[in-house]
Structures are given as structure tokens and as C-alpha cells.
């Protein structure tokens, strides 16, 4: 059986699981996209999220900037809106 992951690829279950479980360290469980339409803010820097950016999806499906989280990331090992998920 097969899970959506990240809005843009399908995952097994099992795979689905160990990519939530680990540890951010420079987003190994985003996904990197392009962004198709404005959607609101990064919540890293503040500043909108335009059509054609590159943005990564967490696991837990929040998009920032992608060169945001990977900052982000170098510091904290968790999403900025969910520090203890």
C-alpha cells in the first residue's frame, strides 16, 4: 500500500515512516520543487513564497525556501513549526 508523500511522489508505508523518523540534519526527508503558485510565507525569513522559487517540503508537509531549511537546518535538526514532532 502506498502513502503520499511530501505533495509530490508516492512511498511505501515502511519508507514513509523511516523518512518522518529521522532527524533533520540538511533536510534528507525534504523535497525540493519549484513552486507553481504564490502560497503564502516562509516562516524561516519572513518573505513570501512566489510562483517559480525553489522551495523544499518537510515530511510533515511545511514548505519554506530552500535555501532557507537548508540554513535552518545547519543549526537546528527540526522544523521551525514543529520543534518536537
Given at each position: 500500500?502506498?502513502?503520499?508523500?511530501?505533495?509530490?511522489?508516492?512511498?511505501?508505508?515502511?519508507?514513509?515512516?523511516?523518512?518522518?523518523?529521522?532527524?533533520?540534519?540538511?533536510?534528507?526527508?525534504?523535497?525540493?520543487?519549484?513552486?507553481?503558485?504564490?502560497?503564502?510565507?516562509c516562516?524561516?525569513?519572513?518573505?513570501?513564497?512566489?510562483q517559480g522559487?525553489?522551495?523544499?517540503?518537510?515530511?510533515?508537509?511545511?514548505?519554506?525556501?530552500?535555501?532557507?531549511?537548508?540554513?535552518?537546518?545547519?543549526?537546528?535538526?527540526?522544523?521551525?513549526?514543529?520543534?518536537?514532532?
Amino acid at each position: 500500500r502506498a502513502c503520499f508523500s511530501a505533495g509530490l511522489s508516492f512511498l511505501s508505508a515502511p519508507a514513509l515512516m523511516a523518512s518522518i523518523a529521522l532527524p533533520l540534519s540538511a533536510p534528507p526527508n525534504s523535497v525540493a520543487d519549484i513552486l507553481t503558485r504564490d502560497s503564502g510565507e516562509c516562516s524561516i525569513c519572513l518573505e513570501d513564497l512566489l510562483q517559480g522559487q525553489t522551495i523544499s517540503r518537510l515530511a510533515c508537509l511545511c514548505v519554506y525556501h530552500k535555501s532557507c531549511i537548508d540554513s535552518w537546518c545547519k543549526v537546528k535538526s527540526c522544523c521551525p513549526e514543529h520543534p518536537f514532532d
